[in-house]
């Protein structure tokens, strides 16, 4: 299996796919990168609304549209949940795991994270949910103790592909996968144009830059997660930068 574990290639939900055609040339080209498999994944903002309900009918419509076309990867529902606040409140928020399973992408707040922020986590767990920390890279500038604690608790981290190709990121990566945080990949397409499909070029940066394991480690943890398998912390692997892109 290879696993594009992060992208917005749903049709017309959020800033990602603009429509179907889109959506259609989006996912037929990641077939063509080698991808099997797509982790549906549009923007859920729960404050935006009194539940998410809207958003899973929403999410349905654009998946139906999907559901005739040949010639793309294996598709899998889920959703990249922003945390906005205390999210254990709305009380269909289960149904934002990836399809089948309890884990939940999370999207951590771009505004500087306090106690609340891990505690907010913590909840997500204590419901038996695994939270996976989407492109956890982004998050450099938060205070590295309230990283620390964050990675004190049952989550998993998605690293972004296209942060191989910025040198500042690049960094960040090595730091995370040295320390055994980084668990999975995802691509975060959005469009045909500026973040688009990427998995060819991911595949042979992370072969050159971390080895053929670290790769294998990637997709073998998506396979895991979305046969809900459960992935341990002395499951974790840690993989140093080999050479210089
Ligand atoms: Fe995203």
């Not at 049709?11 to 429509?19: H, L, R, S, V, Y």
């Amino acid at each position: 299996m290879v696993c594009d574990f992060h992208s917005h290639a749903l049709p017309k939900i959020d800033d990602g796919a603009k429509n179907l055609d889109m959506s259609i040339e989006m996912l037929k080209k990641s077939k063509e990168q080698g991808v099997t498999d797509v982790i549906l994944t549009p923007h859920c903002y729960p404050y935006s609304q009194r539940d998410i309900t809207d958003f899973l009918v929403k999410r349905k419509h654009a998946y139906d549209m999907l559901n005739t076309i040949s010639d793309i990867p294996n598709l899998h529902m889920g959703c990249e949940l922003h945390l906005t606040g205390d999210v254990t409140k709305y009380f269909n928020i289960k149904e934002l795991c990836m399809e089948n399973t309890n884990y939940l992408l999370l999207e951590m707040p771009t505004t500087p994270w306090n106690d609340n922020t891990i505690e907010f986590t913590y909840k997500l767990t204590l419901m038996g949910i695994t939270p996976v920390i989407a492109h956890d890279e982004r998050n450099f500038h938060q205070k590295q103790e309230l990283r620390n604690l964050l990675y004190d608790l049952d989550v998993l981290i998605q690293i972004n592909a296209p942060s191989l190709s910025i040198h500042s990121m690049r960094k960040e990566v090595d730091k995370m996968l040295k320390l055994g945080m980084g668990h999975v990949i995802g691509s975060d397409m959005h469009n045909l144009t500026s973040r688009k499909p990427c998995f060819d070029t991911a595949q042979k940066q992370i072969k050159k830059r971390y080895g053929e394991d670290c790769w294998n480690y990637f997709m073998t943890n998506a396979e895991k997660i979305l046969n809900d398998e459960k992935i341990s912390y002395r499951d974790f692997k840690s993989f140093k930068k080999k050479s210089l892109l």
